[in-house]
């Protein structure tokens, strides 16, 4: 069989099996990506015998091995973002929001620390019985 055909069965064998793994999980996806593109991959096997054609051919059969490797990284992107939209939407499913509820109330903030005080010393002194009783802060004659 020449490297030629191989390369087809390869692209074939591969698109077939991108297809049947749709919705798969990303880990399979990843090592079938492995398996093909990768260093010791089935596509850099199929490049390692380029060497063993006659110089008229190389150009010809090099431009359809990085055609094929074009088209298979795509599928294989493809494939990837189909798995991590499912899991989005796997994951949106599981995580219901109701969105007409009322959303959490910002506490905005503390008194003043001396004006706590303050209230808290004419408690005691209500308590005790004395009257508070709001006036001018200073007193003149004039």
Same mark, same amino acid.
């Given at each position: +069989?020449?490297?030629?055909?191989?390369?087809?069965?390869?692209?074939? #064998? +591969?698109?077939?099996?991108?297809?049947? +793994?749709?919705?798969?999980?990303?880990?399979?996806?990843?090592? /079938?990506?492995?398996?093909? /593109?990768?260093?010791?991959? #089935?596509?850099?096997?199929?490049? @390692?015998?380029?060497?063993?054609?006659?110089?008229?051919?190389?150009?010809?059969?090099? @431009? +359809?091995?990085?055609?094929?490797?074009?088209? /298979?990284?795509?599928?294989?992107?493809?494939?990837?973002?189909?798995?991590?939209?499912?899991?989005?939407?796997?994951? /949106?499913? #599981?995580? #219901?929001?109701? $969105?007409?509820?009322? !959303?959490?109330? $910002?506490?905005? !903030?503390?008194?003043?620390?001396?004006?706590?005080?303050?209230?808290?010393?004419?408690?005691? &002194?209500?308590?005790? !019985? &004395?009257?508070?009783?709001? !006036? &001018?802060? $200073?007193?003149?004659?004039?």
């Amino acid at each position: +069989m020449d490297l030629q055909t191989q390369l087809q069965e390869l692209k074939t #064998s +591969m698109q077939a099996k991108l297809a049947e +793994m749709r919705g798969e999980h990303s880990k399979e996806l990843q090592e /079938l990506r492995v398996a093909v /593109l990768g260093k010791k991959g #089935s596509l850099t096997d199929l490049l @390692k015998g380029l060497k063993d054609l006659p110089n008229e051919e190389r150009p010809k059969v090099g @431009k +359809m091995v990085n055609e094929v490797r074009d088209v /298979l990284t795509e599928a294989f992107d493809e494939a990837t973002k189909i798995v991590e939209a499912a899991k989005i939407q796997a994951q /949106l499913d #599981s995580e #219901s929001l109701d $969105v007409t509820l009322p !959303g959490r109330q $910002v506490k905005l !903030g503390n008194r003043h620390i001396l004006s706590q005080t303050a209230e808290e010393i004419e408690d005691i &002194f209500l308590g005790m !019985g &004395f009257q508070i009783v709001d !006036g &001018f802060e $200073v007193e003149t004659d004039y």
